[in-house]
């Protein structure tokens, strides 16, 4: 017998349509942000004589020297860099003896912005774990003084940041992530990003954006992964289409050139603390057929290390949270570079690409572990297949990551945006034992789903763009 609807459901049955139209049509009048805050027809980042898009990477011994990059217009040639341990007096020189110089090596880029020069400089022979305070030269000019300290001595407690994707709406988007991520982990002295820090490979407006987005971080060393959108599609469309990376990539990082044969650009090593960091070119080894070249040289990096910890950065997943097509497309990185991280005992792989959260063990436990995360706002959906077999996973979220090395315990936590822990756990060395996780819950969000069935550009496929 069907019973009576009772009177306020009815009514709410009644007036559900006109809500949803109404909503519909507040929809309708938003728009898709445009990539950069750039408009059409303007110039914002001009290259000037005042030093601009300056960052630091780690050298392959982190403790005793970095290198660093910067960008000035083409009046500026081989300008250098000055350094000194630094002070609390305002006066950087030693008694009689000024900052170090550091001359640098220019190199031209021509940009749709202007002649640029991009400078490298190699600063090495420093002190492990000192503060050092440093700047660079421009055009009759200097940069503000910086300060960043030197890798310790392995053993001694470490705090680091590792990032996704950012890709996208750099300065309008990312730009939040970064100082969010500062205030979670106030003592790191270096982050890790996992490729795709831009959409256009050569879309200088882009850089500029993301070296404002990450200005947040500049007492931190840069360790970049390159993405897929770090390459251009030369003769897109033809049968010879083919990646080619960017020039802007090799202008903007000074890279410790210790990288795979064939592939030096954009594959490297360091120690850092107790760990070394592999970092791998998905890209190369998927489209350009350098995988077993890659897995050849992280097989000799991982057998050499001295380190009781070691971790690879690549763009692409070798899990992909987004399915089974994408999981086909990298079969190879499976077949090649997996068995070497896994009979190596890499602890962690930290990996972007597919625009989402998510963590899984290796199929034989742990190490290692695999996690996805993204940074920047381009949100893509989970697969069935993922919430299967990952977890935590998480959509329209975004998100950073502390790490933490003390003793036999190397925690990790991802949190969002706005500083809610969204997965945590720590893998604890047992020595002879082996090392074996353990899973945090406490003060976990629940783990989040896109809510919208389109996107504002339209598609269905992604949660937001
Ligand atoms: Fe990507």
């Known amino acids: 017998m069907l019973r009576p609807i009772p009177c306020a459901t009815a009514l709410l049955l009644l007036l559900l349509p006109a809500f949803t139209a109404q909503a519909e049509a507040r929809q309708a009048t938003r728009h898709l942000e445009p990539n950069t805050l750039v408009p059409k027809g303007v110039i914002h980042y001009a290259p000037t004589g005042f030093p601009d898009r300056i960052v630091a990477v780690p050298m392959q011994d982190a403790s005793t020297g970095f290198s660093v990059s910067w960008r000035t217009d083409a009046k500026v ?4 860099v000055e350094i000194a341990i630094a002070s609390e007096s305002p006066d950087q020189w030693d008694g009689d003896t000024p900052p170090r110089r550091v001359k ?7 940009t749709a912005n202007g002649a640029a020069h991009h400078h490298h400089a190699l600063v090495d022979g420093l002190q492990p774990d000192t503060l050092y305070a440093w700047r660079v030269q421009g055009d009759r000019t ?22 996704g994707d950012t890709q996208n709406k750099n300065a309008s988007l990312t730009t939040r992530v970064m100082f969010e991520a500062v205030r979670h982990a106030p003592k790191a002295n270096l982050v890790l990003f996992a490729g795709d820090l831009v959409s256009e490979a050569v879309d200088d407006d882009e850089w ?16 970049p992964a390159p993405g897929n959108h770090e390459f251009f599609e030369e003769h897109e469309d033809t049968p010879q289409e083919r990646r080619v990376l960017g020039e802007q990539w090799k202008a903007h990082f000074a890279l410790p050139g210790n990288g795979a044969k064939g592939v030096e650009p954009t594959t490297y090593w360091f120690d850092y603390q107790g760990i070394r960091f592999a970092v791998i070119d998905g890209t190369s080894a998927l489209d350009l057929d350098a995988a077993s070249t890659q897995a050849e040289w992280l097989d000799g990096v991982l057998a050499g290390n001295p380190n009781r910890w070691s971790m690879v950065l690549i763009h692409q997943p070798f899990h992909s949270p987004r399915g089974e097509e994408r999981n086909k497309r990298h ?37 290692p572990v695999y996690v996805v995360s993204v940074a920047g706002p381009k949100q893509y959906l ?3 297949d993922a919430r299967a077999t990952m977890s935590p996973v998480g959509e ?9 090395l003390e003793g036999n315990r190397l925690s990790y936590e991802a949190r969002t945006v706005t500083g809610r822990l969204y997965d945590a756990f720590t893998l604890v060395d047992e020595g002879d034992a082996g090392k074996r996780i353990e899973e945090q819950r406490e003060g976990r969000i629940d783990e989040r789903q896109c809510s919208r069935s389109r996107t504002l550009g339209g598609r269905t496929d992604r949660c937001w763009e």
Do not use: C, I
């Open 77 to 80: 040639d081989a300008p250098v």
């Open 104 to 110: 640098a090596v220019t190199r031209a880029l021509p």
């Open 142 to 163: 200097w940069s503000p003084w910086r300060q960043l300290r030197t890798a310790a001595p392995a053993g001694a407690p470490l705090e680091f940041l590792y990032v």
């Open 208 to 223: 500029g954006e993301w070296f404002d987005a990450t200005g947040a971080l500049a007492t931190m060393a840069f360790a």
């Open 331 to 367: 079969q190879v990185l499976r077949d090649e570079l997996m068995p070497v991280m896994e009979r190596h005992g890499v602890d962690l792989v930290l990996q972007g690409h597919d625009h989402l959260y998510g963590r899984r063990g290796s199929d034989g436990g742990v190490p």
């Open 382 to 384: 989970v697969s069935d």
């Open 396 to 404: 329209d979220t975004q998100l950073f990551q502390v790490l933490r």
